[in-house]
């Protein structure tokens, strides 16, 4: 006889890992004692304006559409929706009309919904990596296997690869990348997949806040192998009312309006939803012309101050926030990521993202003021493991020193050196920062704003004669922060 099982569930699900995601405010502010309110969250992408119901210009009055929401609290909603899916077509446009409109709870129980039911066991997916981790999460629940093709292998997928495959998921732009693909590039996978009677999946979920122009709502709106999904979470920064709808052909669209959980919207959800829908110009309302063109323009700025980090590299800035390759960095994404929390401001490790490692991070992109506390925190969170760093190092140097004398070392593996032919006896200074001109250090301007403390043109502690002296302070009994002050009293002082 086979062994019971633990609990009467499938199979394949006692192995199911939890699909992770950013905004963790409430567990981060648990962990380190910080109030959510002064949690500063980079790890989850919206618009950096805030909801639109703190900006005029949006002509939405948050307390008349709440009110008229709570007429309604003792009734289901109408399970048709007719009305949200009246302003999901007209705020789309591209010729889509309200059959074609799939009502959901967030992108999330959309992703669900198309998965259970174009694929069943033991069928293909495609998931180009890195991608957005729900896709796998929901094709794993239905027992479907997922094959990771490469994001830039995208367009020339092998023909057998998609006759085999239900499923095709291109998140457009991409998350975490923020790689955006044309709308041709996208119409020529399309007509790959109709062939092939593969599904393209595309997840528009962020088209708002980049560059709607490149939107193929309208190939979903007349092809049976088609999919496209909007989210109003990310346009409308209101992430804690979950909602979202499909784009499908209307024959698509009815048998998946007849599969989806009944009265999925809520009704403050559905009045919410479909008065933002119904926001006067649609994707041309200034409050969402206004939101593209600042993440345009403090993406690019965010970039270069990112990119004036050592060791960080900031992909292109096509959507509300930045991939960075920190594969060069001093510290992993994880470390550098508990590191900032710690600080309370999020930043989105992307180690869960399939095939990434800990090489790489992605940043929300937000307001210049908030965007310049992220640097700051950048800046602190090097400066702290400078000096643990440092603290190691010398402890290393102080054990070693009867062994190896000073001036053995001519490399460094922390930083490059100083100047040409600097002795490494110290790899970091013991007095850093000393904040003394005298030595040769000096304040200068920070890229991400304010004073540094420079030791680019101080020579003095890799002198050997006084780096011997240093050394033999440092060597007696006692404390080494408080042997540190012995050695700068009685070696640095007479020297300055």
């Known amino acids: 006889m086979s062994e019971q099982r633990s609990v009467p569930l499938r199979e394949h699900l006692l192995a199911l890992k939890p699909c992770l995601h950013g905004g963790l405010i409430q567990e981060t502010s648990e962990t380190y004692g910080i109030p959510e309110n002064e949690i500063l969250d980079f790890s989850a992408n919206f618009n950096p304006l805030g909801n639109p119901f703190e900006h005029p210009e949006s002509g939405l009055n948050f307390d008349e559409i709440l009110k008229k929401s709570f007429e309604k609290l003792m ?7 007719l009305e949200f899916r009246e302003a999901a ?8 009309a309200p059959q074609n409109i799939i009502p959901g709870n967030g992108s999330t129980e959309i992703v669900r919904l198309v998965v259970e039911c174009v694929a069943e066991k033991g069928d293909t997916v495609l998931l180009p990596w890195p991608t957005f981790g ?12 997922p094959q990771y093709p490469r994001q830039e292998d995208v367009e020339t997928l092998p023909d057998e690869m998609l006759e085999k495959a239900k499923i095709l998921f291109i998140c457009n732009p991409n998350n975490p990348t923020g790689k955006l693909r044309t709308r041709e590039e996208i119409k020529a996978l399309a007509e790959r997949c109709k062939k092939h009677q593969t599904l393209l999946f595309v997840d528009e979920a962020f088209t708002e806040l980049s560059d709607p122009t490149q939107s193929i709502a309208d190939l979903a709106a007349n092809n049976n192998y088609v999919f496209v999904m909007r989210s109003l979470t ?4 209101i992430p804690g009312i979950r909602m979202g709808f499909g784009i499908a052909s209307p024959e698509m669209a009815e048998i998946l309006n007849t599969a989806r959980l009944s009265w999925n919207l809520g009704t403050v959800a559905n009045t919410i939803a479909t008065s ?8 041309d309302n200034p409050y969402l012309k206004k939101a593209r ?3 345009r323009e403090e993406g690019e700025k965010l970039k270069a101050k990112l990119n004036r980090i050592r060791g960080f590299e900031a992909g292109d800035v096509n959507v509300n926030f930045i991939f960075v390759d920190i594969s060069k960095f001093m510290l992993d994404s994880s470390e550098l990521s508990a590191r900032m929390a710690a600080r309370g401001v999020l930043i989105r490790d992307c180690v869960s993202f399939h095939g990434l490692g800990k090489d790489y991070i992605r940043i929300a992109v937000r307001t210049e003021e908030e965007n310049d506390r992220l640097i700051a925190a950048f800046g602190d969170v090097i400066t702290q493991w ?16 009867s062994e190896e004398g000073i001036g053995g070392r001519k490399t460094c593996e922390y930083y490059p050196c100083h100047f040409e032919g600097q ?3 110290f790899c970091f200074c013991p007095f850093y920062p000393c904040e003394n001109e005298k030595t040769g250090g000096k304040w200068i301007q920070s890229s991400r704003g304010g004073k540094v403390w420079s030791c680019v043109d101080c020579h003095l502690v890799h002198n050997k004669e006084i780096a011997q002296q240093i050394l033999d302070c440092l060597m007696q009994e006692g404390d080494t922060d408080e042997l540190v002050k012995v050695a700068w009293k009685k070696v640095m002082e007479p020297i300055l």
């Open 423 to 425: 002795n490494c006896t």
């Open 293 to 295: 063109v600042t993440i």
């Open 386 to 401: 400078g000096r643990e760093q440092a603290k190691n190092e010398l402890q290393h140097v102080i054990e070693k020193a």
């Open 89 to 96: 077509a007209k705020f789309v446009g591209l010729g889509v």
């Open 276 to 283: 933002l829908l119904n926001i006067e110009g649609g994707m």
């Open 134 to 145: 729900e896709y796998e999460m929901q094709c794993r629940i239905v027992g479907a296997e």
């Open 234 to 237: 990310k346009d409308f920064a």
């Open 75 to 81: 009734e289901y909603p109408d399970n048709r929706y």
